[in-house]
């Protein structure tokens, strides 16, 4: 399906790894320049030329920063002036009891999952809106809607995603601007495939094996029983970021395998 974005430019925010990347891979697929970004510049140039190569006809350029750091961010922003498309993806997320939550780590979860998303769209989408053409993106989680209590800190920062994401659609009536949230369930990012193996260590079984375990065991509620893989989500996320789109409009839009039990 050719999604009519080809030559657009994309920002993608955590895209060395898991989702993000996937993200990157399926835009670069529809001709897009993405930009990729994570804090690491030597996984920011590996993920550039690998993409590079399997996508000649477009330019990966790499957009090295510490997105929850101002003065970094700021020199991206700086660096990459104009953009199509902003995948607001960087999420970070532990496992941790109520009690164990210290105000560090409920600023720095804040800071990075929503604070400095809202700083990229508060300077990309007063051009987009000029420009006539514009996608924003938020990666939310099931957790937005269906905290499981395992990570405070991180479902809240999920929820206020979703209500910013409507919050500046509002900016966007009659305008081919939009910005919305996918709301993915357990998928099967580096860092989920590394805790899975980990997990089973001592057994000499197949992964799908592992996989089918923990979702019996673990996530009984999830009616695929298998984690959603990256690219599922990148392939959504290019359809979202596609003129075919354009009536999503401030809507949150699950791929959560079924593990949210209710009707919305
Ligand atoms: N995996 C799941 O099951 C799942 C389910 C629902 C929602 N989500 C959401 O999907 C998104 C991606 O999750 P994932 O599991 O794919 O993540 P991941 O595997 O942990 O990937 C994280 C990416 O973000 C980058 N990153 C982390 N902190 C950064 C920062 N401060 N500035 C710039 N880049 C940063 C990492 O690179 P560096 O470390 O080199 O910076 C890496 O490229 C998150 O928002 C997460 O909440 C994930």
Redesign the pocket.
């Known amino acids: 399906m050719d999604m009519s974005i080809t030559n657009k430019t994309a920002l993608v925010?955590?895209?060395?790894?898991?989702?993000?990347?996937a993200i990157a891979i399926e835009l670069a697929r529809e001709g897009v320049h993405v930009y990729i970004?994570?804090?690491?510049e030597e996984?920011v140039e590996r993920t550039v030329q690998e993409i590079k190569s399997q996508f000649p006809a477009t330019s990966p350029q790499n957009a090295t920063?510490?997105?929850?750091?101002k003065k970094q961010r700021e020199a991206l922003l700086e660096k990459y002036p104009q953009v199509d498309i902003v995948v607001n993806?960087?999420?970070?997320?532990e496992i941790m009891s109520y009690e164990d939550i210290n105000d560090e780590v409920w600023e720095r979860t804040i800071q990075?999952?929503v604070l400095?998303a809202n700083a990229l769209c508060k300077f990309y989408l007063p051009k987009m809106l000029d420009n006539g053409y514009g996608r924003i993106l938020f990666?939310?989680?099931?957790?937005a809607i269906m905290p499981s209590g395992q990570m405070p800190q991180?479902a809240v920062t999920?929820s206020m995603l979703l209500s910013l994401s409507k919050s500046l659609s509002k900016l966007t009536a009659g305008k081919e601007v939009t910005v919305n949230s996918i709301?993915?369930?357990?998928?099967?990012?580096?860092?989920?495939h590394h805790i899975i193996n980990h997990l089973y260590g001592d057994e000499d079984i197949p992964f799908a094996e592992k996989e089918k375990r923990f979702m019996t065991t673990n996530l009984p509620q999830s009616e695929i029983q298998r984690?959603i893989r990256?690219s599922e989500i990148g392939r959504l996320a290019a359809f979202v970021c596609s003129p075919d789109a354009s009536a999503f409009k401030g809507s949150p839009i699950r791929m959560d395998g079924g593990m949210v039990p209710t009707i919305f």
């Open positions: 925010t955590g895209s060395t790894r898991g989702i993000g990347k970004n994570g804090r690491n996984e920063a510490d997105i929850a750091d993806n960087t999420g970070i997320y990075t999952n400095a990666i939310a989680s099931e957790e991180y999920k709301l993915p369930g357990p998928t099967l990012s580096e860092n989920v984690f990256p």
